[in-house]
Nanobody, 121 residues
């Protein structure tokens, strides 16, 4: 059973930092593109950042210069370092990953369960 397990969320004051982790567990062949998304109350889920297996990254304009996405391919784990947090960053953060279970399997996108990030003013 493939699972994406997020950790690292919590409550922080504006200007503070948090580091989220997303670990892929289960028997798999490969993890390809990965990404972080977030959903604030009453809003649609939005892209935060993505990273390819080669390490190329892409960020939403709202987090550029403050957030850094990274991954450790040996551990099948992705990270999101969030600095200079603002109240508007408050949301449930979800990770996703394109995973190939077997060498001949198609890529399937899996999602984590989400982790709450709350930034107080």
């Amino acid at each position: 059973q493939v699972q994406l397990v997020e950790s690292g969320g919590g409550l922080v004051q504006a200007g503070g930092s948090l580091r989220l982790s997303c670990a892929v567990s289960g028997s798999i062949y490969s993890v390809n593109d990965m990404g972080w998304y977030r959903q604030a109350p009453g809003k649609q889920r939005e892209l935060v950042a993505t990273i390819t297996i080669g390490g190329s990254s892409n960020y939403a304009d709202s987090v550029k210069g403050r957030f850094t996405i990274s991954r450790d391919n040996a551990k099948n784990t992705m990270y999101l370092q969030m600095n200079s947090l603002k109240p508007e960053d408050t949301a449930v953060y979800y990770c996703n990953a394109e995973i190939r279970i077997y060498v001949v399997s198609p890529r399937v996108t899996y999602w984590g369960q989400g982790t709450q990030v709350t930034v107080s003013a």
